[in-house]
């Protein structure tokens, strides 16, 4: 559902700029040497993976990169081959492939100076699979959690300033799940479970966009509870942060309506 991250100018320059081999290609393309299984020297295999990454051919790369780390495990190229890989499968759309080869590199490499490219790498392939909030959001919290990870471990890199940005829009999007469940049971006329939802919006998603639909929501369900006091502080937090919202000028006119003594108040 969100919109597909440029992640590869990133890698090119940022990840993989000091991988590029100065041997020719001696990979070639078509018939049996597409084969991930035939034998070849490092340099040869190496770029010939990063060609058919070059020209597009994502999930054959991948392949030739986990060809390298398999014929070579003990050469200079394996490392870089093995994160290349990962970005290979992220191209590839194979997230969870991605993912693997992703957390394959940090288990062997975690002080690694790409260790920081390969935790952005994983929260992009949970980032690009958030789904319509009316779905499950499971991917969403694991974006979540993989967003904040970065910018707990590398707070002033340039990482952990384009999570900040993403993990604001799977907070909004988060926010707005909660939304969609509470209005559904506020239609049902189960106040009570749609205060919870409602409630949870204001108390973790308090900067979202939703926060202020929230408080009025709760405006709502506390006068159909019979708790006009309880209203009365929602549509005052309201008042306070969002006086020129619709929201506020709408709970106003609600409280106005079945709560006077309150609003005199």
Request: proline fraction near 4%; hydrophobic fraction near 40%.
């Amino acid at each position: 559902m969100f919109e597909r991250s440029r992640l590869k100018p990133v890698v090119l320059a940022a990840a993989c700029g000091a991988l590029v081999l100065t041997a020719g290609c001696g990979g070639g393309s078509g018939g049996a040497k597409d084969t991930a299984y035939v034998a070849r020297d490092v340099d040869t295999l190496y770029a010939a993976a990063r060609e058919r990454l070059d020209t597009g051919r994502t999930k054959q790369a991948a392949a030739l990169f986990d060809e390298v780390e398999r014929q070579h495990p003990y050469s200079p190229w394996a490392r870089r081959a093995q994160l290349m890989s990962a970005f290979s499968y992220y191209a590839a759309r194979d997230y969870n492939k991605a993912i693997q080869s992703a957390q394959r590199f940090l288990s062997i490499h975690p002080g690694n100076k790409d260790a920081p490219y390969a935790y952005y790498l994983i929260s992009m392939c949970y980032y690009e699979q958030i789904s319509d909030v009316t779905r499950d959001q499971k991917t969403t919290e694991q974006a979540k959690a993989a967003l904040t990870d970065i910018i707990r471990r590398y707070p002033t890199t340039q990482y952990a300033a384009d999570a900040r940005l993403k993990l604001d829009l799977v907070n909004d999007h988060l926010a707005g799940k909660e939304m969609t469940v509470g209005r559904n049971y506020q239609q049902r006329g189960k106040w009570l479970a749609a205060t919870l939802r409602f409630r949870a919006v204001v108390d973790n998603f308090q900067t979202t966009s939703h926060a202020p639909e929230a408080l009025y929501r709760l405006v709502e369900c506390y006068l159909s509870l019979g708790v006009p006091e309880e209203a009365q502080k929602a549509a005052a937090v309201l008042e306070n942060n969002y006086p020129n919202s619709k929201w506020y000028e709408r709970a106003y006119k609600l409280m106005d309506k079945n709560a006077p003594d309150f609003i005199a108040a």
